[in-house]
């Protein structure tokens, strides 16, 4: 089993700062500030710093990618929609990673993941453009292997297995949702994706998944941020790395 992902760390965080930006627009107020929170996620720990530019601006605006693209010391992972705007956006910004996930404007929060082979020629237009501004793509998907196949058509070497499912499930179904990421995690890997995962992952869910070996990042946000409104963000932060490597590498 390794320990160690073909990028060299045991498990690598990115911390996801949309929900610092949904407590600052609950008032309008320039606080909490969403870059301070990156700079101090990056000290505590995080691997990288993940933002989901909606179509909506609900939370993340353009400004805030703007302002923190320069500051980062880690890199930035930036969620986006499969639209022009969002792809012609993202590539005047040049961050490391693009995520690319689907939307709609009514939901709460992402619901599934990109179907990629159903919407083959846009996403393969999409990741075409971003690669060739030096972007690495991944694909926010369902643990699919026929979407895993479509985004090896497509020419994105990473993907995010969207972890809803199993996060919004109890005993059983849970069980099974866990079983499909496991499988999903050993098909991509063994096509030679970087495989990622995230959304719903919290500090007593995450084990399950961090202790999944051949997962190279995982991608959390909403629960650091509820956490540390009780043990502050950097602890908040810190408490989730230390988790994910401690799982990783079998210690209690
Ligand atoms: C794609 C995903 O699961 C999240 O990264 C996404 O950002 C969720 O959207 P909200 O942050 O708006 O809940
Ligand atoms: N792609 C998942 C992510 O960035 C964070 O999702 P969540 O932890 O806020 O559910």
Redesign the pocket.
């Given at each position: 089993m390794s320990f160690l992902h073909p990028s060299g760390t045991i498990i690598d965080l990115g911390v996801?700062i949309?929900?610092v930006a949904t407590l600052r627009n609950a008032r309008g107020t320039r606080y909490p500030d969403p870059i301070r929170a990156a700079l101090l996620a990056e000290q505590a720990g995080a691997d990288c710093i993940?933002l989901?530019l909606?179509e909506d601006r609900?939370?993340i605006k353009d400004a805030d990618v703007i302002a923190l693209a320069p500051q980062l010391l880690t890199r930035m992972n930036l969620?986006a929609a499969v639209t022009q705007e969002m792809i012609d956006f993202a590539c005047k910004i040049r961050p490391a990673d693009v995520c690319l996930?689907p939307e709609k404007r009514t939901e709460v929060?992402?619901e599934g993941g990109l179907d990629v082979a159903g919407n083959f020629n846009a996403v393969q237009a999409a990741v075409r453009q971003l690669q060739a501004e030096g972007i690495r793509v991944s694909l926010?998907i369902d643990a699919d292997e026929a979407q895993m196949d479509a985004t090896i058509a497509v020419g994105a070497p990473v993907i995010e297995l969207?972890t809803?499912r199993y996060a919004d499930t109890e005993g059983a179904e849970q069980e099974a949702e866990l079983e499909r990421v496991r499988r999903g995690v050993l098909y991509g890997a063994s096509k030679g994706l970087k495989v990622n995962a995230?959304?719903g992952l919290h500090y007593t869910n995450v084990q399950a998944i961090a202790a999944i070996p051949d997962i190279a990042e995982l991608?959390i946000?909403?629960a650091i941020v509820a956490h540390s409104v009780f043990v502050g963000w950097e602890n908040a932060v810190r408490e989730m790395k230390a988790i994910m490597v401690s799982t990783r590498l079998g210690r209690k």
């Open positions: 996801n949309d929900h993940t989901h909606r609900r939370h969620e996930v929060t992402t926010f969207h809803g995230g959304h991608n946000g909403h």
